[in-house]
């Protein structure tokens, strides 16, 4: 076997003993991601009266709300800021 099919099936096995509990040697990354259904229905709105008032396409949150998809970086970003400033971010949006 190769020296890259070797690596491969030893990540596996840390994987595997890693979701039975087991202390092992791999890293793990925390990824947080921005509820935007929460967001929104904390503010009272509809999909669609969120989707306008922060200019994010409809179906583009209908996707994240449904779990189809996930907001990147920026999306994520922006709904934190959403959520601790709703009227200033709305505010900003302004013509």
């Known amino acids: 076997m190769t020296k890259l099919g070797e690596d491969i099936i030893e990540g596996l096995k840390e994987a ?3 979701t ?4 092992t040697g791999a890293r793990t990354h925390i990824v947080q991601v921005t509820d935007a259904r929460a967001i929104r229905e904390h503010l009272h709105m509809s999909q669609s009266e969120f989707a306008e008032a922060y200019r994010i396409p409809l179906a583009t949150l209908k996707g994240w709300e449904q779990g189809r998809r996930a907001p990147d970086a920026t999306a994520t970003a922006y709904l934190s800021v959403i959520a601790r400033l709703p009227d200033e ?3 900003a949006l302004r013509p």
């Open 16 to 18: 595997i003993a890693y």
């Open 20 to 23: 039975k509990g087991e202390t």
């Open 89 to 91: 971010a709305k505010a």
